[in-house]
């Protein structure tokens, strides 16, 4: 092999990192799924529920990586294949793939359809399905990812023959925190007859007694040898959320800048994301933000780059369409907001027509 294509395959060997360390990334920020830990499932069936009532958990910084080692690596890759004298059809797709990398801040992101709102995607239910050996299935879901103190917490769960109709399951469930304490029994009721089963539960109490922050796993077994799964959900407690008061501008380098006040209850650094759309069904993109903030009330900036607008070729107004406020903690509290607040009119060549980064 040449030392050329030594130091190509060095070069994307970098990208790959980079892709490795954003996925990475991205899973953290989308909650965990819910696995069954064999030794939790071991311990239940023997009877080992834990009696002690469980520590709070643990709480840790989380320190967001500067993005701009990435770039220069990025850039520097970019500079050396352009430089070359003859390209390659590879060469050529990856100099294309890093345009559109640079071509808006690395805080922006385009959204080509609504089921790709990183929004969404967090706050979606996580509705899973598990196979028997003979064709039978259960499928059970939380209505929510994360829940505060005095929320509801449901899961639903339901069962297929090897058909796919749905038959009456006999279902037996136990709620574990952290994959380590095994809390006690749900009940599951199938209140209307339609054959999906729903357990209920105050967020952060268990037979009267207060629960800590976590990740709780709530075990669902049938009585087919074999099938059974967990869904997962997060408590965290109410550390800040927003008021509602939302405003809008114009940047002096064409960019539109929306304002949306939160109150933080506690002292943290915490992590915001809104998305948006030219209407209900029709995204633009999303933009984050990250700060170390005190108790209080404070605007906080979501920046949507002049040219991700243009690219989506619709005069304003534009929709607001999601928030979300997120304490760097663990676990993660994350609160979703829909303000369905509507930017002032603006036509497309008030925003800025450059990319962000000419390479």
């Known amino acids: 092999m040449s030392a050329s294509n030594n130091r190509l395959k060095g070069r994307l060997a970098i990208l790959g990192s980079i892709v490795l360390i954003a996925a990475a990334v991205a899973y953290w920020f989308t909650g965990e799924a819910g696995e069954v830990s064999t030794a939790v499932v071991a311990k239940a069936e023997a009877g080992g529920v834990d009696t002690h009532r469980p520590k709070l958990a643990e ?18 890759v ?27 801040p690395p805080e922006n992101r385009a959204i080509k359809s609504a089921s790709q709102d990183p929004i969404s995607q967090t706050h979606a239910p996580d509705q899973r399905t598990t196979y028997s050996d003979n064709g039978d299935t259960l499928t059970l879901w939380t209505d929510q ?24 399951a006999d279902l037996t469930a136990l709620m574990v925190l952290d994959d380590q304490h095994v809390l006690g029994a749900l009940t599951f009721a199938d ?19 207060s629960l800590p922050t976590g990740i709780y796993k709530i075990i669902v077994d049938t009585d087919i ?3 059974r799964d967990a869904a997962a959900f997060t408590l965290s407690e109410d550390t800040g959320s927003y008021t509602g008061n939302l405003r809008d501008s114009l940047t002096s380098e064409g960019n539109l800048l929306v304002e949306a006040e939160v109150e933080v209850l506690q002292q943290g650094r915490f992590y915001f994301r809104g998305s948006l759309y030219n209407d ?16 209080g009330r404070h605007w906080i900036p979501f920046e949507f780059y002049g040219l991700m607008i243009r ?14 406020i997120a304490r760097v903690t663990v676990p993660r509290a994350d609160r979703l907001f829909e303000p369905g607040y509507y930017t002032e009119r603006y036509s497309l060549e008030q925003f800025n027509d450059m990319p962000y980064k000419e390479l």
Request: proline share 6%; charged share 25%; net charge negative.
């Open 145 to 168: 990812k994360f829940y505060l103190y005095g929320d509801t917490v449901r899961v639903y769960a339901y069962q297929t023959d090897s058909d796919g109709a749905k038959v009456p």
């Open 59 to 76: 709480l840790r910084r989380i320190e967001f990586v500067e993005e701009d080692p990435v770039e220069d690596k990025s850039v520097q």
């Open 280 to 295: 209900e069904q029709t995204p633009i993109g999303s933009t984050q933000y990250a700060v170390e903030l005190p108790p």
């Open 311 to 324: 690219d989506a070729d619709q005069d304003g107004p534009y929709l607001v369409k999601q928030l979300s």
């Open 78 to 104: 970019w500079q050396e294949i352009q430089a070359r004298p003859v390209k390659t059809e590879l060469h050529q797709s990856l100099l294309s793939d890093l345009a559109k990398f640079h071509r808006y």
């Open 191 to 209: 209140s209307n007859g339609d054959l999906v089963y729903e357990a209920e539960m105050e967020a952060g109490v268990y037979q009267g007694q």
């Open 225 to 227: 040898d074999g099938l």
